[in-house]
């Protein structure tokens, strides 16, 4: 078969090819170092984040509860919360002893009770809390800790204070719940199942790759690489975590797992087959490296840059989530690249021959069907056929994404028989699902409290409310209990407590919660309380305003990240149009990816909706690994089309890059599909979605609508560039012989 032409890789190429394999051995122990200084000197574990921490800036939401518990001196919202629940009804000395630990907490009799600053006991005894849907079935108690208390600190306080003051058999503990416990149950489960991903994708690495080149070395190369990668990737992001503002999500990690080592795994493939090829045309293990090294590694370079840009492009984002993922995704694709092209082909360069042990070298080409396939997808009706049939298919598919919804998952992300999820399974049994996390409202203005038929009218209007199951307006509660709970003893101010009827930080709690804070200034006036200041607290009203600041990020996030890739691809394959198609066909793919994440998750499964995250970041990354195709597959294309026609280059290329496309694609996608491991809600929405999406791009896009689309506009494509013409047909000597390639 034909060797690769020199005039198709740069001068700059060969040398940094020459360069590394001379150093071989240098660059294995160069990185050997590097991971033993990071292990040493970098943090193993990264700062979390929360819900509020990721709110949008100038919150109003967290702004209120601010005032609020100032205006008050304490606080009424509460993230933490024991559940005591029996459905024959809890004991009347059951009940009362509710009460009894509360104030024995606030009077300081109650023991050591760590950092509980407060215990707030509710019943849904008859006539007690107007939300109630059972009477006398359930009692909570919401725990108010001490400034400065951590998260796990304040879950650990409440466990704790529910073992020692509610023991007794008639007491019916049920757990500890609240969107508090809930981050500390996810955070939890995470970590316990962190081993079992890990083993999991590096199990699959090794499969695919073992598989693809029928040896037991090659893999091993592989694994060495992408584990190197992944532990210098984890440890410097954790570095750079500690400075970025509010911390990194947990949810951070499996992602970055699945990301570096199924695309170090993908770059590894590459360089595995072109290694392959040199060897099997007679050239010594070093000349091979060397070639491999130059045909690949810039193809690699430009690939990874592709997707750390894109990453990066979250940046533009007003919202604090998705400026702390933007940089620790790039920063890992980077350390993943450079990690590639250096000690990939050194251990290329030291194992040569050895790399395809048992079965050895053989000399075999592209499947002959394969060949086939690619001489008639170069015909133009049947490009017109297979792209027309492509482009319909994917469209149909995108429709349902304008039915997605998005909304926060703490607990209804959780397993359904954890702790957290049972024990707010249990409060909504005898209240509303709501009750776990209230939207507080607060009043404030002159005498706003002096005037008890106003605020009852107020509270009767918000019972009226959709999705408004219940309201603690001052009213409800005896007028020695109100004062100073719930209406200042100024009178200046009056706050309600209104509890959903669906979970607290879905989308249509969300929906909800926005549309009582639009009508709000009508129902103050109905209520003969207009010109009053009021605003809306809790975590369903953060959790609002973060789908909102996602929604107004879409725009910017989305440009920016089409620009870059479209730059690079511009670059890269020095045209301007084609990179445009190749775009155009990488959205198409992820709309239908995206309308299929809504018609399982949603439609066929009965989910609320999705996590607010999962289909934007899941959107940034499969719009960068679909250029990081486009740069492998059309890369080579276009390279060969400077030497011949543009339907002859893809009648020759095709079959050689489609082996290495399908093993990638299979691998990335497979890595991506190990998420689902994690029994968390998003964590199998991102699965899904990546899983589905990567396949799509390197089954459906990457190998029948983009040689369609490039068949069909011929030399045309490369515009401004001019390809040779004319686009003669193809004999059989056009074909590609059986020699082996660097995809094959």
């Given at each position: 078969m034909r060797s690769w032409r020199k005039s198709e890789v740069g001068a700059v190429s060969r040398a940094y090819a020459w360069l590394v394999v001379k150093l071989r051995w240098f660059v294995v122990l160069a990185w050997a170092v590097a991971g033993v200084a990071a292990a040493v000197w970098l943090p193993a574990t990264l700062p979390n984040a929360g819900l509020r921490g990721f709110a949008p800036p100038h919150s109003h939401a967290i702004s209120t509860e601010v005032t609020s518990a100032k205006a008050f001196g304490f606080p009424i919202l509460s993230r933490t919360l024991l559940v005591q629940h029996d459905d024959h009804g809890l004991s009347e000395a059951a009940q009362?002893?509710?009460?009894?630990?509360?104030?024995?907490?606030?009077?300081?009799?109650?023991?050591?009770?760590?950092?509980?600053?407060?215990?707030?006991?509710?019943?849904?005894?008859?006539g007690v809390f107007p939300s109630s849907s059972k009477q006398g079935t359930t009692a909570l108690t919401y725990i108010v800790t001490?400034?400065?208390?951590?998260?796990?600190?304040?879950?650990?306080?409440?466990?704790?204070?529910?073992?020692?003051?509610?023991?007794?058999?008639?007491?019916?503990?049920?757990?500890?719940?609240?969107?508090?416990?809930?981050?500390?149950?996810?955070?939890?489960?995470?970590?316990?199942?962190?081993?079992?991903?890990?083993?999991?994708?590096?199990?699959?690495?090794?499969?695919?790759?073992?598989?693809?080149?029928?040896?037991?070395?090659?893999?091993?190369?592989?694994?060495?690489?992408?584990?190197?990668?992944?532990?210098?990737?984890?440890?410097?992001?954790?570095?750079?975590?500690?400075?970025?503002?509010?911390?990194?999500?947990?949810?951070?990690?499996?992602?970055?797992?699945?990301l570096v080592l199924g695309i170090v795994t993908d770059y590894a493939i590459f360089f595995l087959s072109s290694m392959r090829t040199g060897l099997v045309q007679g050239q010594d293990r070093l000349t091979a490296a060397k070639t491999a090294t130059a045909q690949t590694g810039r193809i690699v370079v430009v690939a990874g840059i592709a997707v750390a840009a894109g990453s990066a492009a979250m940046l533009v984002a007003r919202s604090g989530f998705f400026r702390a993922f933007g940089p620790v995704l790039a920063l890992s694709v980077l350390t993943a690249v450079v990690v590639s092209v250096t000690l990939l082909p050194a251990l290329l360069a030291i194992f040569g021959r050895a790399l395809f042990w048992p079965t050895g070298l053989k000399r075999e080409g592209a499947p002959r069907l394969v060949r086939l396939a690619a001489r008639v997808l170069t015909v133009r009706v049947v490009a017109f056929v297979l792209a027309g049939a492509c482009?319909?298919?994917?469209?149909?598919?995108?429709?349902?994404?304008?039915?997605?919804?998005?909304?926060?998952?703490?607990?209804?992300?959780?397993?359904?028989?954890?702790?957290?999820?049972?024990?707010a399974d249990a409060a909504a049994a005898g209240f509303a699902a709501g009750i776990i996390a209230p939207t507080e409202l607060l009043l404030q203005g002159s005498k706003v409290g002096s005037d008890q038929q106003k605020l009852t009218r107020l509270g009767q209007e918000?019972?009226?409310?959709?999705?408004?199951?219940?309201?603690?307006?001052?009213?409800?509660?005896?007028?020695?209990l109100a004062q100073g709970a719930l209406v200042t003893r100024a009178g200046d101010a009056a706050r309600f407590l209104v509890i959903l009827d669906h979970d607290p930080l879905g989308p249509t709690a969300i929906s909800d919660?926005?549309?009582?804070?639009?009508?709000?200034?009508?129902?103050?006036?109905?209520?003969?309380?207009?010109?009053?200041?009021?605003?809306?607290?809790?975590?369903?009203?953060?959790?609002?305003?973060?789908?909102?600041?996602?929604?107004?990020?879409?725009?910017?996030?989305?440009?920016?990240?089409?620009?870059?890739?479209?730059?690079?691809?511009?670059?890269?394959?020095?045209?301007?149009?084609?990179?445009?198609?190749l775009l155009a066909c990488s959205v198409l793919a992820l709309a239908a990816s995206l309308g299929c994440l809504t018609l399982v998750f949603h439609d066929r499964l009965g989910h609320d909706g999705v996590t607010f995250y999962v289909p934007f970041a899941a959107s940034v990354l499969l719009l960068s690994l679909g250029s990081d195709?486009?740069?492998?597959?059309?890369?080579?294309?276009?390279?060969?089309?400077?030497?011949?026609?543009?339907?002859?280059?893809?009648?020759?290329?095709?079959?050689?890059?489609s082996g290495a496309i399908t093993a990638a694609g299979l691998t990335l996608a497979a890595s991506f599909g190990m998420l689902a491991l994690v029994p968390l809600r998003q964590f199998r929405e991102l699965a899904f979605l990546m899983g589905l999406g990567v396949l799509l791009d390197a089954f459906v896009v990457r190998t029948i609508l983009v040689p369609s689309v490039l068949t069909l506009l011929g030399r045309f494509s490369a515009w401004p560039r001019r390809l040779p013409e004319p686009d003669v047909g193809l004999s059989p000597a056009g074909l590609p012989s059986a020699a082996p390639s660097p995809g094959s």
């Open positions: 009362k002893r509710v009460a009894e630990r509360a104030v024995a907490v606030a009077k300081g009799r109650a023991g050591d009770v760590g950092p509980i600053a407060a215990a707030v006991p509710i019943v849904n005894a008859r001490k400034p400065g208390t951590s998260f796990s600190e304040e879950v650990t306080a409440a466990q704790t204070f529910g073992r020692q003051q509610m023991n007794r058999p008639d007491d019916h503990l049920v757990g500890v719940t609240g969107t508090v416990p809930a981050q500390v149950a996810q955070t939890r489960i995470l970590y316990s199942h962190l081993w079992l991903l890990e083993a999991a994708t590096l199990a699959v690495v090794i499969g695919i790759v073992a598989l693809k080149f029928r040896s037991v070395v090659a893999p091993l190369v592989a694994l060495l690489t992408a584990a190197a990668s992944y532990f210098l990737a984890v440890r410097t992001t954790n570095y750079v975590g500690g400075y970025l503002n509010g911390g990194v999500p947990e949810e951070l990690k499996p992602l970055v797992l699945a482009i319909v298919g994917l469209a149909m598919l995108s429709t349902a994404a304008s039915r997605m919804r998005l909304g926060v998952t703490f607990v209804a992300a959780l397993p359904a028989d954890s702790q957290s999820h049972v024990a918000l019972e009226r409310q959709p999705g408004v199951a219940g309201v603690l307006s001052p009213s409800a509660l005896p007028e020695d919660v926005n549309r009582l804070s639009t009508t709000m200034p009508k129902l103050l006036r109905q209520a003969g309380l207009g010109g009053l200041d009021f605003g809306l607290a809790g975590d369903t009203a953060v959790a609002g305003e973060l789908v909102d600041a996602t929604n107004a990020d879409l725009l910017r996030i989305a440009i920016a990240v089409l620009l870059t890739n479209l730059i690079l691809l511009m670059v890269f394959l020095r045209a301007v149009l084609a990179p445009v198609l195709y486009n740069i492998y597959g059309v890369g080579h294309v276009w390279s060969r089309a400077n030497h011949t026609t543009l339907r002859r280059a893809l009648a020759e290329r095709i079959p050689e890059t």
